[in-house]
Nanobody
Framework: QVQLVESGGGLVQAGDSLRLSCAAS????????MGWFRQAPGKEREFVAS????????YYVDSVKGRFTISRDNVKNTVDLRMNSLKPEDTAVYYC??????????????????WGQGTQVTVSS
């Protein structure tokens, strides 16, 4: 069992930056790959970024490549998403999740069913 708590969302202007953080508790300690997903109003939840258990492999959806960076600290049991050059289309509720591998998570597979409550990111134009 894993508990995930996201934080760091907010209202920003286009071009600004935000750092989201996910604190994990329970059966963690690099047991799982971790990822970030987002869901905009009226749309399905989509993959944003994932990171392997040791942090050495990362995947990103094309729309955020070069702007977002995922990282993890297996000592602190945290997973961060640094978001730069934010765009209005990045507006969504962002969720942290645990999975089997970073690659599987990138195609919405291998998800363990552990999700946080989400954190709202709103980017104004």
């Amino acid at each position: 069992q894993v508990q995930l708590v996201e934080s760091g969302g907010g209202l920003v202007q286009a071009g600004d930056s935000l750092r989201l953080s996910c604190a994990a508790s329970g059966r963690t300690r690099s047991t799982y790959a971790m990822g970030w997903f987002r869901q905009a109003p009226g749309k399905e939840r989509e993959f944003v970024a994932s990171i392997s258990r040791d942090g050495g492999i990362t995947y990103y959806v094309d729309s955020v490549k070069g702007r977002f960076t995922i990282s993890r600290d297996n000592v602190k049991n945290t997973v961060d998403l640094r978001m730069n050059s934010l765009k209005p289309e990045d507006t969504a509720v962002y969720y942290c999740a645990a999975g089997t591998t970073a690659q599987a998570m990138s195609i919405m597979k291998g998800l363990m069913g552990y999700w946080g409550q989400g954190t709202q990111v709103t980017v104004s134009s």
